[in-house]
């Protein structure tokens, strides 16, 4: 599944998080084109390896981050904050554990001004729960900061440094419910400048997405009970504008993304367990709802991240247990500006509308297409014959009844299904 999804250099997609090793987790990088083809896969760390984000590094490569789960003898668990680098042809420049004993998370990595990186990670073996770790380009610890916010058990989701060289942290206030927003500024060297909490009284709220506005502020997304809650404030933290959104059943955004417009795409899941879909609810600079998408099939699918691309659209990140080999795949999709995308589609698959002649397009990992009614055509125009599953490759999907020549009249969508 995909945890964070950046844009790299090229216009494609490099995605950080995790996948299964027969039976045990693993971290997962994988790197595609603009058209979502890949051209690199790593899975990342020993048994048990869980990663939940990537950045880019410096000079090309990337670095994740997440934590590596070990017992000890006795039967004590305990987990480790793992970050490790990948150069950009694959190969491991390091990788570093911090963290003694009990439960230690990396949330988020960042590059900084200076060729390093900063995370942010949970802890229970220091005092203070947030763990602010400034690291060296080489991995090695520059600095660590542990951030105790009153009475708060506060976890960290998202980290960003700004242009006085300071950082800015956003999560929850309460670790397992109880919680509000929060919004952290530190200096440079990581020292607390101030703290800013949102939220409503009487609910479990808590922030898992945050992004930087064009004019330097700042926007929340996350949840407030079932509800989605998304809080903007300038530089300083104070509230511009707060917007509640209900939904059909429960709304719990994950991630927000700015848009060259000056407003905001909001990405997440609509439901719980397995009647979840993954859900989009695009909003104007002064919050209020321009439209809202669903994707989803019969099971739980979930948008982890989102971001706008530089062909004018956005990349979505995130799992499927709908299509895909039955398990929590990788799905990822990229949205037209204006969205357009169908909550069904013929044979059962997510497709986007046309938009201004573009093809319709989705991507997934282990796309299962037996059940598909209609044409499968592979890059060459050959007809794929043979579904059980589909290879890796790029293909051209056509319900019956449409033309096929020159896909006139047809609504055609475009699929690339990775290994």
């Not at 058209?35 to 020993?46: E, K, N, Y």
């Not at 590596?68 to 680098?85: C, I, K, S």
């Not at 707060?242 to 417009?261: H, K, M, Q, W, Y």
Request: hydrophobic share 35%.
């Amino acid at each position: 599944e995909g945890r964070s999804v950046r844009i790299t250099p090229d216009g494609g997609y490099a995605i950080g998080g995790r996948t299964m090793d027969g039976v045990r987790p693993r971290a997962w990088l994988l790197v595609t084109d603009e058209d979502g083809t890949p051209i690199l896969d790593r899975s990342l760390g020993s048994d048990t390896t869980y990663g939940n984000d990537a950045c880019l590094a410096p000079g090309g490569g990337y670095v994740v981050v997440g934590h590596q789960r070990w017992t000890e003898h006795g039967g004590q668990l305990n987990q480790r904050v793992y970050v490790t680098r990948v150069n950009a042809g694959g190969g491991s420049a390091w990788t570093y554990l911090y963290g003694a004993d009990e439960y230690n998370w990396g949330h988020a990595v960042e590059q900084t001004a200076d060729s390093g990186f900063i995370v942010v990670a949970y802890s229970a073996s220091v005092p203070g729960w947030i763990w602010q770790l400034k690291l060296n380009p080489d991995g090695s610890d520059a600095w660590t900061r542990v951030h105790t916010v009153g009475e708060w058990s506060p976890v960290p989701y998202w980290v960003r440094q700004v242009e006085d060289g300071g950082y800015v942290i956003v999560g929850s206030t309460g670790l397992g419910g109880g919680g509000d927003f929060l919004l952290l500024r530190t200096g440079p060297t990581g020292d607390s400048l101030w703290a800013r909490r949102y939220g409503n009284p009487g609910t479990d709220d808590a922030a898992y997405g945050a992004c930087r506005a064009l004019d330097g502020g700042y926007a929340l997304a996350g949840y407030a009970g079932d509800n989605a809650l998304v809080v903007r404030t300038d530089s300083l933290g104070d509230t511009l504008w707060t917007r509640e959104f209900a939904g059909p059943s429960r709304l719990v955004p994950n991630a927000i993304c700015p848009t060259s417009d000056s407003g905001f795409l909001v990405a997440g899941q609509v439901g719980t367990g397995a009647s979840s879909d993954m859900y989009f609810l695009r909003l104007a600079a002064d919050g209020g709802t321009l439209w809202t998408k669903r994707l989803g099939g019969g099971s739980a699918d979930i948008a982890y991240a989102v971001a706008e691309t530089p062909d004018h659209a956005y990349i979505a990140a995130g799992c499927t247990a709908s299509f895909g080999a039955g398990g929590n795949d990788l799905w990822l999709v990229k949205l037209a500006w204006e969205a357009g995308v169908e909550e069904k589609a013929e044979g059962g698959l997510p497709r986007l509308k046309d938009e201004g002649g573009r093809m319709n397009s989705t991507v997934t990992r282990g796309v299962e297409l037996e059940r598909f009614d209609g044409r499968i055509l592979d890059i060459t125009g050959r007809e794929a014959m043979d579904r059980r599953p589909l290879r890796p490759g790029v293909y051209f999907l056509t319900p019956q009844g449409s033309g096929i020549q020159g896909f006139e009249g047809s609504r055609v969508t475009k699929v690339v299904v990775t290994r």
